[in-house]
């Protein structure tokens, strides 16, 4: 038996094209600045507010230009995932993991 086929696409120019879903997202990295929420066309994700444990009030930790300490972006529709990375293209500290899927049965 051979391997599962790959969704494929066609672009407008007739080139093949494998989309590349998004699979996972780091929420402990996410700075919660919604670039990726912004940019989505099918509304894969969605801001959470993080519980007030979760944040680290230490301000000897200022190495880094957060644009938020106090939300984070989750995947609320993946299935809604057209594969067009748009989100990772734009996300500051790269919390995408994307990768082709085999077309479903």
Do not use: Y
């Amino acid at each position: 038996m051979g391997a599962e086929p790959i969704i494929t696409g066609i672009t407008r120019g007739g080139i093949v094209w494998t989309p590349q879903f998004v699979t996972l997202l780091n929420e402990e990295k996410c700075i919660g600045c919604g670039r990726c929420f912004k940019v989505c066309p099918r509304d894969v994700l969605t801001i959470v507010q993080r519980a007030i444990d979760d944040v680290d009030f230490d301000d000897d930790d200022d190495d880094d230009d957060d644009d938020s300490d106090n939300s984070f972006m989750t995947l609320a529709n993946p299935m809604d995932c057209i594969g067009c990375e748009a989100c990772s293209r734009v996300c500051p500290k790269a919390c995408f993991t994307h990768e082709a899927l085999p077309v479903a049965a």
